[in-house]
C-alpha cells in the first residue's frame, strides 16, 4: 500500500553563480526520488533582488510536484537538496546559490519551526506569482487564485528568461 500522493508547489530561485543550473539539478534530485515527481514547471524568469540586502538579481520559477512524502520531511528533503547543491545560509533574505520554498502542500494549513505552509509572503511576491500563475493559475491560496493575486503585486522589472518550462531537463 502506497502512501497518498500531495500536490505541492515549489518556489526554487537563486543569485549566485549559475542559479539556473542549480535550479534545474534540484528539480532532477526531487524527479529521481522514488516518492516524489515533477509534474510541471514554469519559465525561469529574471527578478530583481527582494528584501534589505544589497544583492544581484535573481533567477526564479516555481514547480509542482506529486509526493507521497509528508510536508515537513519533504522540506528537509529541500533542505538536503540546497546543502547538497552547497547553498551555506549565513544571511537572512541574502545572495544564495539556490532556495527551494514550498509554497503549498494540497489543502494542508500548518504552522511549525521547520515549515509554514501555505508559504506566509507567497501573495506579496511577484517573483513567486508570476511563474506560478503560469503553472497553477486556479491554485486556490487564502481565499483567492493565485492569478488574481496579480494584480496586487509589482510585476514590472520581471521578464521571461526562457521560452518554456523545459528548460531544466536539458
Not at 518556489?11 to 510541471?40: F, S, W, Y
Not at 544583492?55 to 509526493?67: D, G, Y
Not at 504552522?111 to 486556479?138: K, N
Request: proline fraction near 8%.
Amino acid at each position: 500500500m502506497s502512501a497518498e500522493q500531495v500536490r505541492a508547489a515549489l518556489g526554487l530561485g537563486g543569485n549566485l553563480g549559475e542559479p539556473a543550473e542549480a535550479m534545474a539539478r534540484a528539480l532532477a534530485m526531487l524527479d529521481a526520488d522514488p516518492q516524489t515527481q515533477v509534474v510541471a514547471v514554469s519559465r525561469l524568469y529574471r527578478t530583481p533582488p527582494w528584501g534589505p540586502v544589497a544583492q544581484p538579481p535573481f533567477v526564479n520559477c516555481c514547480a509542482l510536484i506529486e509526493t507521497e512524502r509528508p510536508a515537513e520531511d519533504l522540506m528537509r528533503f529541500c533542505l538536503d537538496i540546497e546543502k547538497r547543491l552547497k547553498r551555506v545560509r549565513d544571511q537572512r533574505w541574502g545572495p544564495r546559490l539556490i532556495d527551494i520554498d514550498i509554497l503549498t502542500f494540497g489543502n494542508l494549513t500548518q504552522e511549525s519551526a521547520l515549515l509554514t505552509v501555505p508559504h506566509p509572503r507567497m501573495s506579496e511576491r511577484g517573483f513567486v506569482l508570476v511563474p506560478l500563475s503560469e503553472i497553477a493559475p486556479d491554485l486556490v491560496v487564502g481565499g483567492r487564485k493565485v492569478s488574481d493575486r496579480l494584480n496586487d503585486v509589482d510585476t514590472a522589472d520581471i521578464s521571461p528568461a526562457s521560452d518554456d518550462g523545459s528548460w531544466w531537463k536539458s
